[in-house]
């Protein structure tokens, strides 16, 4: 099986969907941010304001970079690892990408308790979410293989839609 990439907005369910997938397939799951964490030796926050965002989107893009040419993976990606062209291009040319979309109001309710979210550090609330996901949505739509609505879902039901639109495109 080629890699399967879950982009989209943080909150959208990447790390839960990706957990559900890996047991479904069998397959290998990558937490990108979380390996990132662990080679660092920090909290992705502590990244950020040691470093800067540039920083942590080159730690994401070697990351991606590690694993392209291998296979059987399913990748929960860096909520901003798809703006950039080269990480996109590593993720299509041995992959498939899944874009996972939920709406401002579902994403907020579902990060608002976590202090682990740089972006949204000082702003937590609907208004400034539904402003940064209309900026990224283009994005996320353009690089998409397939979109996948989580709003009103369990995770059972967003896998199985996954798995069916990755057997559909084979």
């Known amino acids: 099986m080629k890699n399967l990439y879950l982009i989209g907005f943080m909150g959208a369910g990447k790390s839960t969907i990706a957990r559900a997938l890996a047991k ?6 990558i ?3 979380q390996l990132i964490e ?12 040691a470093h800067g965002e540039n920083y ?6 070697e990351l991606l970079r590690s694993f392209s040419e291998s296979t059987g993976y399913v990748v929960s990606c860096g909520g901003g690892s798809v703006l950039r062209d080269e990480n996109a291009a590593l993720m299509k040319e ?18 608002k308790d976590s202090t682990n979210r740089p972006i949204l550090n000082g702003n937590m609330n609907v208004e400034y979410i539904r402003e940064l996901m209309e900026k990224r949505r283009p994005r996320y739509e353009a690089v998409a293989d397939i979109c996948v609505d989580t709003d009103g879902k369990d995770v059972d039901a967003i896998s199985e839609e996954i798995l069916k639109a990755v057997e559909d495109r084979s």
């Open 38 to 49: 662990e080679q660092q030796g920090m909290a992705i926050t502590d990244i950020f304001a």
């Open 24 to 29: 479904k397939c069998p397959s290998k799951r």
């Open 56 to 61: 942590f989107r080159d730690l994401e893009t």
């Open 94 to 111: 041995n992959g498939c990408i899944v874009f996972l979309r939920a709406t401002p109001e579902t994403i907020y309710e579902r990060v």
């Open 31 to 33: 937490e990108m941010d």
